[in-house]
């Protein structure tokens, strides 16, 4: 019996080391062609199986996904989905990849807008001249019982920059912030403190593929790209675990 356990222990091992050998060249098949056939193709990152069968997903420049055959003789350039669940995957990977530890936030380059207990974290870089911005702005309101970490991120032009310091260097930055966001009050005062966090924040942002506003990051890392309602969040916001 010793015996016969022994030998299937053997062959156990042995056909996980072949699947990995397997697994290896097909990799190296995919990025070998790729490389060759598309040329201006990023480095690619990571190949990995997709949650099709047959489909293989390739990810380069950190977070951007494509999605290709056994042999990378196709690229697909879109989204996957889930017909059964109706689930975007393709987004889901992406929103994975890109999450940011709440941990690693450069708080101090932040200012805080707390509404009721402020039990919720979330944290948003926005743009004062941004549009959508204005529009998720006045949704916040309707979001109680957070504590909201505001990091100007100025990134539509030089007038962004500049509403942003006179913003950063009020005395309540929090209510300059609102008036100019929700009634469009003239921002009046001085640019003439220390700005350096706007800089810090621009580089962050960059360093983190932060490409648009407003960008939500909810306290177990999830990043919202874009501007979404007050429900939306709600939801998304009920759904947090941190450990």
């Known amino acids: 019996m010793k015996t016969v356990q022994t030998i299937s222990k053997i062959l156990f091992s042995a056909f996980v080391v072949l699947a990995f050998a397997s697994s290896y060249a097909q990799e190296d098949i995919i990025r070998k062609n790729l490389a060759e056939r598309i040329p201006k193709l990023p480095k690619i990152d990571e190949v990995s199986k997709s949650p ?84 998720f702005e006045a949704d916040m309101q309707k979001i109680n019982h957070a504590t909201v970490y505001l990091f100007l991120y100025p990134i539509l032009g030089a007038d962004s920059t500049e509403k942003s310091k006179v913003i950063w260097c009020s005395a309540d930055k929090g209510k300059a912030w609102q008036d100019w966001m929700l009634n469009e009050v003239p921002l009046r005062g001085t640019s003439k403190c220390n700005t350096d966090a706007l800089a810090r924040n621009v580089e962050f942002g960059k360093k983190h593929r932060i490409n648009g506003t407003p960008t939500i990051l909810l306290a177990d890392g999830t990043r919202i790209p874009g501007a979404i309602s007050n429900a939306q969040l709600e939801k998304m916001l009920a759904e947090v675990k941190v450990n």
């Open 52 to 135: 099709m069968a047959g489909l293989y997903e390739v990810r380069v420049g950190g977070t951007d996904i494509y999605y290709t055959d056994s042999s990378g003789s196709y690229l697909i350039d879109g989204q996957l989905i889930d017909a059964k669940s109706g689930k975007n995957l393709t987004e889901e990977r992406m929103n994975k990849l890109s999450a940011i530890d709440f941990k690693d936030l450069p708080l101090k380059d932040a200012f805080v807008i707390k509404r009721g207990t402020g039990a919720r974290k979330i944290a948003i870089f926005e743009d004062p001249n941004c549009s959508y911005c204005k529009r």
